[in-house]
């Protein structure tokens, strides 16, 4: 067909996780455990619902465009964030955050390079723009070489890098001392830092925007702040960053419902704290007790999330599928050929993963299973 633009012709989609939640009877939600796309796994604040029920049962304002400068929701990421709010800039999610960061610092035919294998849909963005996309992987033990990524920069002169810290699948982490000395040897670099599972790792790099122009930060609150349905992510950046992108920003993108849900979570940060503070508690309890199954191996990393590497590839899809017919539902992961044997685990809360430790064993108490 010749209508699209010529990069989307032949371009991989990015490949989604099953959304059979949405295909069941609202009723029938609650026996389903989602545990596919590092979203919570229980509902935002009791705030947020209190909020977003006034809000729709006020005065009508369905007919209008939302505020385009809520200066509220700013102050309260200033807060959070513990920096300005000249450095910071919300937009309706981290997704559509990278769509503008790729219109406003990446032109065709600029090469961009990705640590990997990493979240696909920001390869797909930058290829949907003419970007060459380039990757410089782990080791297939997801394992980290400084040396090369450094060589792979050097030889590529990507006019973005882009690191998920920590990463999306494999839960790698990099310290701020590395990124800042990246930061100085590639001043004519620009490095995004995807900190989307910051609350769960508690690093980050935010304090380098203050010193550097070649960083930002991007991060949402789909994860720790459970309001993936609303579309919230955020920018950190020197403030001439957010100037520039804010120069062909849509300030109207942004609901007024996701607005005030964001301002209602962010005034209820202890319910987000306790919330992470059981994932991880509930992620320990899981990967111990995934150690008896001495063929599995276990990358717990610093995400919501552990990844599960498998001896076969037949295993791992027939435990994809008994989890299915079980109603839980995981992620396969496809991005290249180091987790092709693997799949990946969002954590939830202690309940909920004790459901999937029974799960997981009574596949493994099948006879064919019974030695292993």
């Given at each position: 067909?010749?209508?699209?633009?010529?990069y989307l012709r032949n371009i991989k989609p990015y490949k989604l996780a099953s959304h059979l939640i949405w295909s069941v009877k609202p009723e029938e939600r609650c026996e389903i455990l989602?545990?596919?796309?590092?979203?919570?796994?229980?509902?935002?604040?009791?705030?947020?619902?209190?909020?977003?029920?006034?809000?729709?049962?006020?005065?009508?304002?369905?007919?209008?465009?939302?505020?385009?400068?809520?200066?509220?929701?700013?102050?309260?990421?200033?807060?959070?964030?513990?920096?300005?709010?000249?450095?910071?800039?919300?937009?309706?999610?981290?997704?559509?955050?990278?769509?503008?960061?790729?219109?406003?610092?990446?032109?065709?035919?600029?090469?961009?390079?990705?640590?990997?294998?990493?979240?696909?849909?920001?390869?797909?963005?930058?290829?949907?723009?003419?970007?060459?996309?380039?990757?410089?992987?782990?080791?297939?033990?997801?394992?980290?070489?400084?040396?090369?990524?450094?060589?792979?920069?050097?030889?590529?002169?990507?006019?973005?890098?882009?690191?998920?810290?920590?990463?999306?699948?494999?839960?790698?982490?990099?310290?701020?001392?590395?990124?800042?000395s990246l930061l100085q040897e590639f001043s004519d670099t620009l490095f995004l830092i995807d900190e989307a599972y910051y609350e769960f790792s508690m690093l980050t790099v935010k304090d380098?925007?203050?010193?550097?122009?070649?960083?930002?930060?991007?991060?949402?609150?789909?994860?720790?702040?459970?309001?993936?349905?609303?579309?919230?992510?955020?920018?950190?950046?020197?403030?001439?960053?957010?100037?520039?992108?804010?120069?062909?920003?849509?300030?109207?993108?942004?609901?007024?419902?996701?607005?005030?849900?964001?301002?209602?979570?962010?005034?209820?940060?202890?319910?987000?704290?306790?919330?992470?503070?059981?994932?991880?508690?509930?992620?320990?309890?899981?990967?111990?007790?995934?150690?008896?199954?001495?063929?599995?191996?276990?990358?717990?990393?610093?995400?919501?999330?552990?990844?599960?590497?498998?001896?076969?590839?037949?295993?791992?899809?027939?435990?994809l599928c008994h989890l299915a017919n079980n109603k839980i539902f995981v992620r396969d992961t496809t991005q290249e050929h180091s987790v092709e044997n693997c799949f990946r685990v969002t954590?939830?809360?202690?309940?909920?993963?004790?459901?999937?430790?029974?799960?997981?064993?009574?596949?493994?108490?099948?006879?064919?299973?019974?030695?292993?």
């Amino acid at each position: 067909m010749r209508f699209p633009n010529k990069y989307l012709r032949n371009i991989k989609p990015y490949k989604l996780a099953s959304h059979l939640i949405w295909s069941v009877k609202p009723e029938e939600r609650c026996e389903i455990l989602k545990l596919d796309w590092n979203e919570a796994t229980i509902p935002p604040s009791p705030h947020v619902k209190q909020k977003v029920l006034e809000l729709v049962n006020g005065p009508d304002f369905f007919n209008l465009y939302p505020t385009t400068h809520n200066e509220r929701l700013l102050e309260l990421l200033s807060d959070y964030v513990g920096l300005d709010k000249e450095y910071i800039q919300y937009f309706a999610s981290s997704d559509a955050l990278h769509e503008y960061i790729c219109k406003v610092y990446i032109s065709v035919g600029d090469p961009v390079l990705i640590l990997g294998p990493s979240y696909d849909n920001f390869r797909l963005t930058c290829q949907a723009n003419g970007a060459n996309v380039f990757f410089s992987n782990y080791t297939d033990d997801f394992e980290f070489n400084a040396s090369q990524f450094i060589s792979d920069i050097r030889n590529i002169e990507p006019a973005v890098v882009y690191i998920c810290n920590p990463n999306n699948p494999t839960g790698n982490i990099h310290s701020s001392d590395f990124i800042e000395s990246l930061l100085q040897e590639f001043s004519d670099t620009l490095f995004l830092i995807d900190e989307a599972y910051y609350e769960f790792s508690m690093l980050t790099v935010k304090d380098l925007v203050l010193k550097y122009d070649n960083i930002l930060i991007s991060r949402t609150m789909s994860k720790a702040f459970a309001l993936a349905n609303f579309r919230v992510g955020y920018l950190i950046a020197s403030k001439e960053n957010v100037q520039f992108v804010n120069r062909i920003r849509n300030p109207k993108n942004v609901s007024t419902i996701a607005q005030t849900a964001a301002i209602a979570a962010l005034e209820n940060i202890d319910y987000m704290q306790s919330y992470v503070h059981e994932v991880l508690n509930a992620k320990e309890r899981f990967v111990n007790c995934l150690q008896k199954y001495k063929h599995i191996r276990v990358f717990s990393g610093h995400g919501n999330f552990v990844l599960l590497r498998f001896a076969t590839h037949e295993e791992k899809l027939k435990l994809l599928c008994h989890l299915a017919n079980n109603k839980i539902f995981v992620r396969d992961t496809t991005q290249e050929h180091s987790v092709e044997n693997c799949f990946r685990v969002t954590c939830g809360t202690c309940q909920q993963m004790e459901r999937v430790i029974e799960c997981i064993s009574q596949f493994y108490a099948q006879e064919k299973y019974c030695n292993i």
